[in-house]
Structures are given as structure tokens and as C-alpha cells.
């Protein structure tokens, strides 16, 4: 029987990643820790500690409970800047920043989670959220991310596909690619077993459709 159910910020990174990692997390619950996610989870874990910081042009909310009714998205942002803007009802405008451990160039799944909760800021507060920041643990630096329109969509598409994952309960097959080397559930995926059986079955079925 098919279900639906809410997407989670953090599914849209791995389903950027990969379609049967964000399956496998979060439809069969299976999760593998190696050194690289558990780095990134100690830090974390130093800045969602809920709390704020208060200044006079600004204030920062740790650990933000973020959700939107109309995608059907919910999650934690790891730090909300709120800049004073006199031309929104409150005075404040939300500017979202997410806390990588890693140093290399913004992917498309860092930009759509956090443009992700851009979406939701917005709709949370009713005001435009055209800009938030990637910052990087390991270079100390953040790195700008502007809400264009095809960010936009994407990110919507990808919340659209976490949720039929969800809804049907799908695991796609894999498909062997160079970054499974790099992904801690490449020894419960096993990406050139199931690939070789997805080979053996289409190489069967064409078989049988050549002789019937």
C-alpha cells in the first residue's frame, strides 16, 4: 500500500547525491557511519544546540525548527541570521546558513538543501529569502548561494522525488559510479552486485523478447 509522508532537509542532499543512497537511509532506515560523516556529525553537533546570539543589526537562532506546510518539508537549518531590513513587517529578513565539514567546490545537493529551507523561512515568515550561506568547517569561510529561479525549481523537483520515494516505497537499482568509493553505505548497497543483476535480468529479457 502506498503512503506519503513529510520529506526531511537533510533527505534532499542525499537524494542529490544519489537516488538509492536518500532509499536506503530513508525508506529502508539503513545508515553506515565511516570517519567522514562522523566528522561532519561532532560538527554539527557543536552548533545544534539550540540557542540565539543577539546584536543590534542582527541576531542568530541556533538549531531552527523549520517546516513548509505547502511542500510538505520539515527539518533543522543549523543557523538562521536574522538582518535588519525595515522594508519587511517585522524588520527582519531571514538569511540561512548551513555548516559543511569538507573542503571542496558548493554541489547541487548543498544548494538545494539550502535553498530548501530558504523555502520554508519564507513561507514561515512571509517574506523573501533571496540569499543564504554554505560555511565550511575546514576552510572557515562561507560560500554565498543566491535563490535564483532554476535553484528554485530544482529544489522543488527534488522534494517532488523524495516524496514519491517515500510514497511508493522505492529503492532504485544501483548503478556503479566513482563516488560510491566515497559513500559509507557503499558495503550495505553494494553497487556491483545489484548492478550485475540488473545486467543479468535486462540481458534475459532481451533474450526472451529475441526468441518469442
Known amino acids: ?54 546584536r543590534r543589526t542582527s541576531r542568530v537562532e541556533r538549531a531552527v525548527l523549520l517546516g513548509s506546510d505547502r511542500l510538505r518539508v520539515a527539518g533543522r537549518a543549523d543557523l538562521v541570521e536574522y ?11 531571514p538569511y540561512p546558513v548551513e555548516v559543511k565539514h569538507r573542503r571542496r567546490k558548493l554541489l547541487d545537493a548543498d544548494r538545494v538543501q539550502l535553498c530548501a529551507q530558504a523555502l520554508c523561512l519564507e ?21 554565498v548561494v543566491l535563490f535564483d529561479a532554476a535553484l528554485r525549481r530544482l529544489t522543488e523537483d527534488s522534494i517532488e522525488r523524495m516524496h514519491i520515494l517515500l510514497r511508493t516505497q522505492s529503492v532504485p537499482t544501483a548503478a556503479r559510479a566513482p563516488k560510491c568509493d566515497g559513500c559509507s553505505l557503499e558495503p550495505r548497497c553494494l553497487p556491483q552486485v545489484t548492478a550485475g543483476q540488473k545486467r543479468v535480468r535486462d540481458y534475459l529479457r532481451q533474450r526472451v523478447t529475441a526468441e518469442s
Not at 560538527?43 to 545544534?48: I, Q, Y
Not at 538582518?83 to 529578513?93: E, F, H
Not at 515568515?125 to 543564504?132: K, L, T
Not at 550561506?133 to 575546514?138: E, Q, R, T
Open 123 to 143: 513561507e514561515m515568515h512571509g517574506v523573501e529569502v533571496p540569499e543564504g550561506a554554505i560555511f565550511s568547517g575546514v576552510e572557515h569561510r562561507r560560500h
Open 1 to 54: 500500500m502506498e503512503r506519503d509522508t513529510w520529506v526531511t532537509l537533510s533527505a534532499l542532499q542525499h537524494l542529490l547525491f544519489c537516488e538509492r543512497q536518500a532509499a536506503l537511509i530513508h525508506v529502508e532506515r539503513i545508515w553506515l557511519e565511516d570517519l567522514l560523516t562522523a566528522s561532519g556529525r561532532l560538527l554539527h553537533e557543536r552548533v545544534d544546540l539550540p540557542g540565539h546570539d543577539a
Open 83 to 93: 538582518l535588519r531590513d525595515a522594508t519587511t513587517p517585522s524588520g527582519w529578513r
